[in-house]
Structure formats: structure tokens, C-alpha cells
């Protein structure tokens, strides 16, 4: 008997091939909505954003007693201090600071002392002790990017910024029939020439792993017009049908035959060992593939192709854990008390991994939603010096750290909609983002350790934004400025601005919350001062520092602060009044060995997007033309 295939085509081209009919025929995902603490392992349709801060309210951080601050002021161990009653309220971890107090005393900082007192040995600054209101998640953050497998920390983080339900693709339902005159249910005593079935709980745990839901039918014998009716019962009932056995081209293998007859029959004979004799079919729009008898054969299409149409309606296959060397990006210190865990991102780039050490808060769960990896920092090591190389084991698959874009430096919420777009265009990359400042973008970029840096620097004596720092950091040119947008800046107070504040000059007389040291909005702030005629010291607030409009935001909205410098955009999400001050370029500095990044230029083609402008003219107070 001669046996005989349809197809006899590469993997590449006949999944290409496969795709595409499934794709034209409407195979995609759907979609459902579900309790987001029920959401773990399932993928995100749409982005997701903070509806609330976490905390939501400023909460101890320590057992101790809140305290004013400015009580505590000059106490040390020359000098004890004597808290009366009066002068503090007992607090335990998570309770809310009362009304009037900044900041908390750790139990362990305090002693004794008669009539109710305490006896301490060392002040405290403001807000020690304390997890302000949006330490974790500020209102409005996109927590979670399109098309994101939601991890437990995810769904922690969703619920901390008070998602409670999620819009999620639909788990797919596989159905799994087993063929064959000879197979036989699992026994411990077959019969000879019976074989025992058991691919169809091979199939079932990969499907599972691959983020679908599996069925398998009875075992249907080697007749035509069975395996057709069986066919149909699954058709009706799951999204993507696998039959198992009956793929091949001997006398009873009519699989080919019978999705022929009820659909397409798309690729029969892949050019691949084991694995040939595998049917790529669809009927009625749905995918029904025909595999191999022998079970290596099956796996190796299960993962091949199968894993592949699941990802059409949104499941994804799992990787193993791997361990890989990395560069640490910064300095990293760790007390000798403990073995410590630190997230990382990780990136590669000039050939060899660089790791970036994310936020340790122990409330900061979002940390651990960004992280590519875990670093272990050993009991008996104080941490790491920038520049050392480290074994991070990996969170997610090491191809994904392959082709990553580092961008670092100045905040921006846009940065999160370009990532957003990229991701809803299955872009073949991922974008690591960090907030170091504009400075630190420069320093990064100068270092080999970003791909692209965004930078919003003015220039005191020109007025010009990034061109004299850029040209300073590389004299040799040896970086290009790329187009970004321009932005509205300004003093950010609360709704209705009941201080009454109208100009830079009067944050001399309110509550300040400012950036960090190195960002682009803190180098106008110390312009704005310079020109004011202050002195920064004149400034309640001047070091209460964030990393984050957002951050600066949600104090203010909180009543942390009055008033505080930021980007009309985050004023916006906060329902803050905004007090315009200048206008600014945002732009990306990028190396040279860079600028015709394929990523690169990915990324500033979907910044430059209609649908990104589109996204930004919602947020308000862009000027896309730059």
C-alpha cells in the first residue's frame, strides 16, 4: 500500500501557512470578565489602572507610637528626650497616623519612663516610619500591560489599586479524542495487543500548562462515520479539537479524511522527525489538528504547533526556571542580619545581562509584578558593587531578557502607553523602564547601561532643554537626541487651591513635595528658586522626595503636601489644580551603536503613532510635535 501526504512542508512554512487560514477564518480570543482574586494565571485583554492609591491612607509601618517630628528634634544619647503622653499615641504595623502626627518611633527605639512616659535616645524626620499614601500604587498607574499572564503579586497589586474584577482572555477548551481499535482505557493488566491510552493525559497537563482547559472524550475505534459523530460532539462543545491517533496514511487512518470532509484540511505532512504525519485542519472556524499515534511524535507537535493555536485565544506555554549571569547595573547593599531576595530587572545589551535592582519595601508589591528575576544576597555579604557580576534566577523566560529595550531616566506616564501599544501590536521585544532621573539617564547611557534614555533637562543660562548636558557628557558625540514630545510643567495643588497659591514664589509658605536629586523637574525647581530669589532651605519640603508625577500627585491629593512641580498629565489623573509654568521638551537620548536599533526604532515609530497621540491628547498637556 503507498502511503500518501497533502504536504510534506517545513515547520516555518507550514505554521505560517496554518496561521494565516486560522487567522482569516476568525480564530482569536474572546473574552470574559472575572474576580481579580480569582484571576491568577489568567491574560489580561486590556491594560489596567490604579483606581486608588495603596496605602490609601498614611499607615505605621513599625509597631511604636506616632509622633510630631519636630517634637523629637535634638534627642541622643547625651541628650534623652522624654515623650509625655501628650506627645504621642501607640500605633502597631498598618494602623492609620493619627490627625496630626508625621511620623512613628519604632517600640524598639523606645524605654520606659515614669507617669506613662517614654525615653528616647534619637529624633525622627517627618514621615519616618510611615508608608504614605501611594508608596506602592498611586491612582492611576497602569498596573498591568495588555495581554500580561496575571502572576499572584499581579493579582495583589490589582487589588491593592482597587481592581476587583478583571477583563481576561477566555481559557480555551480543548478537546482531546483518543482513536484506535487497539487502545484501551489505563489498566494494570492489558491484554495482548492492547494498548494502553495514555496520551490523552499527556496532552491534558500540557494543555493545562499552556493556560487552556482541557476534555477527553471516550476512546473512539478506527470507524469513519465514529470518529466523524465524535468529532462533531467535540466541534459543538470546545474551541480547538485534538485527535489523537488515526493522522498517518495507513488503512485506517481517516483523520485527514474526515475534517476534509466537514472543513479544511490545511498542511497533512509536516517536514520534521518525529512528528510528520500531523493534520493541520480547521472546521466551522475552529482548529482541529490531527496527531501522531506515537506519543514523542505527539509532543513534539503539541509543542511545536499546538502551544502556538492556544496562543491565538490568549494561553501561554510555561518556561523553566533558568539561572543566568548578569552585570548589576548599581550599587546594591544588604544587611549581614539576612539572606536577602532582591528583584531585578534584567536586560541584555553590549553582550553580556545587565541586572537592575527594583524597590525592596516590604509593601511594595508592584516590585515584584516588573521583576525579571531574583538576586540572593547571601547572610554574610553586606550586597554588591555596580559593575559585579551576579547569578539571578529567572522569573521569566531568558528569551524574553534577550530582546529587551532598557529605558531609563525621567518619568513619564507616556512611557507606559508606548509599552502598551507596543505590546497590543505583538511587538517581538519587551521594554524594561526605570525612573533614575534625567541625569541618571545620562549617566546610563554614557555607562552602556540603557539602550535609550529619556531626558527633560533645562539649561539655566540658555533656556535650551538637553542639547548642553547632552553635549558636556559626550564631547565626542558619541549620543544622538531623538524627538520626544513636548509637555507642559507646573505647580500641581489641591482642587479648588484653597491656599490660594499662584506663582512658584508662594510654595515658600506651603507644605512641598519634590522629585529626587538628578531629575529633570527637580533641575527646575532649583532654576525656579535661583530665579525667585529663594533659597531652597526657605522650602518645608524641599527633601521630601519622589520618584514619580505620580508619586507627587498622589501626596498632594492625600493632603501629604500642598503643592508640588509635575506634568499637567498627572495633575489631570489626580483631579488636582494645575498652575502652568513652562513648557519643555521630553526627549530620549540614545547611543550611537544604538540609534538603528531595530527596538529602538520600534519604540519611537509607536511613540510618533496616531494611537499614541490619540492616548496622549486624552491624558492632556502634550504637544506631540514635540
Known amino acids: 500500500m503507498k502511503h500518501m501526504y497533502l504536504n510534506n512542508l517545513p515547520l516555518f512554512d507550514a505554521k505560517a501557512l496554518y496561521f494565516a487560514h486560522l487567522r482569516k477564518a476568525g480564530v482569536s480570543a474572546r473574552t470574559e470578565t472575572v474576580p481579580a482574586a480569582d484571576a491568577c494565571g489568567r491574560v489580561l485583554a486590556h491594560a489596567v489602572y490604579a483606581k486608588i492609591c495603596s496605602p490609601h ?310 516590585s515584584f509584578t516588573k521583576a525579571d528575576g531574583i538576586l540572593t544576597v547571601a547572610q554574610n555579604r553586606e550586597g554588591y558593587e555596580a559593575g559585579e557580576e551576579v547569578d539571578v534566577r529567572l522569573l521569566r523566560p531568558l528569551s524574553e531578557t534577550e530582546r529587551t529595550l532598557i529605558v531609563t531616566g525621567s518619568h513619564d506616564p507616556l512611557i507606559d502607553e508606548v509599552c502598551d501599544l507596543l505590546r497590543l501590536r505583538h511587538a517581538s521585544f519587551r521594554v524594561s523602564s526605570t525612573h533614575v532621573g534625567s541625569m541618571g539617564a545620562i549617566r546610563a547611557v554614557k555607562s552602556g547601561l540603557a539602550h535609550m534614555g529619556a531626558i527633560h533637562l533645562l539649561d539655566s543660562e540658555t533656556g535650551e532643554y538637553n542639547k548642553s548636558f547632552v553635549r558636556r557628557a559626550f564631547p565626542d558625540g558619541g549620543a544622538v537626541i531623538e524627538r520626544g514630545v513636548g509637555r507642559v510643567q507646573g505647580l500641581m495643588v489641591q482642587k479648588g487651591n484653597p491656599l490660594g497659591i499662584r506663582e512658584f514664589r508662594d510654595v515658600q509658605n506651603v507644605r512641598y513635595v519634590n522629585r529626587q536629586r538628578g531629575a529633570g523637574t527637580r533641575i527646575l525647581c532649583d532654576h525656579l528658586i535661583a530665579a525667585n530669589g529663594m533659597r531652597a532651605e526657605t522650602i518645608s519640603g524641599y527633601d521630601n522626595e519622589e520618584y514619580t508625577h505620580t508619586g507627587v500627585a498622589a501626596l498632594i491629593a492625600a493632603g501629604n503636601a500642598d503643592a508640588g512641580l509635575g506634568i499637567y498629565s498627572a495633575a489631570r489623573m489626580y483631579d488636582l489644580d494645575f498652575i502652568p509654568i513652562c513648557r519643555e521638551r521630553y526627549d530620549f537620548l540614545i547611543d550611537k551603536k544604538y540609534k538603528d536599533d531595530a527596538m529602538v526604532r520600534a519604540f519611537l515609530a509607536t511613540l510618533r503613532s496616531a494611537a499614541c497621540r490619540e492616548r496622549l491628547s486624552r491624558m492632556g498637556g502634550y504637544d506631540t510635535e514635540g
Open 57 to 366: 491612607y498614611n499607615a505605621s509601618a513599625m509597631d511604636g507610637v506616632a509622633v510630631r517630628a519636630a517634637d523629637t528634634f535634638g534627642a541622643s544619647e547625651r541628650s534623652p528626650l522624654t515623650l509625655t503622653p501628650q506627645m504621642y499615641r501607640v500605633v502597631d504595623t498598618g494602623d492609620p497616623i493619627p490627625d496630626g502626627f508625621d511620623a512613628v518611633i519604632m517600640v524598639e527605639d523606645l524605654t520606659d519612663a515614669p507617669d506613662g512616659c517614654f525615653r528616647i535616645l534619637s529624633g525622627v524626620h517627618p514621615w519616618q516610619n510611615v508608608r504614605q499614601v501611594g508608596e506602592d500604587v498611586c491612582m492611576g498607574d497602569m498596573i498591568a500591560l495588555s495581554d500580561t499572564t496575571l502572576t499572584p503579586a499581579l493579582c495583589g497589586a490589582l487589588l491593592a489599586g482597587g481592581i476587583t474584577e478583571v477583563e481576561v482572555r477566555r481559557r480555551p477548551l480543548v478537546g482531546i479524542i483518543p482513536t484506535g481499535d487497539e487502545i484501551v482505557p489505563p489498566t494494570d493488566a492489558p491484554q495482548t495487543g492492547e494498548i494502553i491510552e495514555f496520551n490523552s493525559a499527556v496532552f491534558r497537563g500540557m494543555i493545562e500548562e499552556y493556560g487552556a482547559r482541557a476534555k477527553t472524550y471516550p476512546i473512539v475505534p478506527d470507524r469513519r462515520e465514529a470518529i466523524s459523530d465524535a468529532l462533531r460532539t467535540a466541534l459543538a462543545e470546545c474551541d480547538v479539537v485534538l485527535i489523537s491517533a488515526g493522522s498517518s496514511a495507513g488503512r485506517d487512518d481517516y483523520t485527514s479524511e474526515i475534517i476534509s470532509s466537514l472543513g479544511a484540511v490545511v498542511v497533512h505532512g509536516l517536514a520534521i522527525k518525529p512528528g510528520k504525519p500531523a493534520v493541520l485542519g480547521e472546521v466551522g472556524g475552529k482548529p482541529v489538528i490531527g496527531l501522531p499515534g506515537y506519543p514523542v511524535s505527539a509532543i513534539v507537535v503539541m509543542t511545536e504547533i499546538v502551544s502556538e493555536v492556544l496562543s491565538l485565544y490568549g494561553a501561554t506555554a510555561p518556561q523553566p526556571p533558568q539561572t543566568v549571569r548578569a552585570v548589576l547595573g548599581q550599587k546594591l547593599v544588604s544587611s549581614l542580619k539576612y539572606t536577602e531576595y532582591v528583584r531585578v530587572a534584567l536586560g541584555r545589551l553590549g553582550g553580556k545581562y545587565l541586572a537592575s535592582p527594583l524597590p525592596r519595601g516590604a509593601g511594595v508589591i508592584t
